[in-house]
């Protein structure tokens, strides 16, 4: 079973329709959070597991897509994508599906 997730998106961003148009291919339900949504921006700025992750003293710096994972609250982003594209066998572990 594939844990509970969110994959928090941008407009314009290629990436992010990549990784979703796949989740959709594979069945694989998921939550979307916009980061042009002014609640998705509140509850993330109060989450010190993304502050920590991607703030600073200067401010905050996303580059989506993220998954966000619902039970441990941990963020995934580096982790997604390499030159060639998806990294399919990296969204598989990170999502726990065999």
Not at 58 to 80: N, Q
Request: with cysteine.
């Amino acid at each position: 079973m594939v844990e509970s997730f969110a994959v928090i998106t941008k407009a314009g961003c290629h990436k992010c329709e990549d990784l979703k148009a796949w989740l959709k291919k594979n069945n694989i339900k998921h939550d979307e959070w916009s980061l042009e949504d002014e609640v998705v921006k509140k509850k993330l700025i109060s989450d010190p597991k993304f502050t920590d992750k991607f703030c600073d003293i200067d401010g905050c710096m996303v580059y989506t897509p993220v998954i966000r994972l619902a039970k441990s609250g941990d963020y995934y982003f580096k982790e997604l994508f390499n030159q060639s594209g998806l990294r399919i066998d990296a969204i598989k572990k990170i999502l726990k599906i065999k």
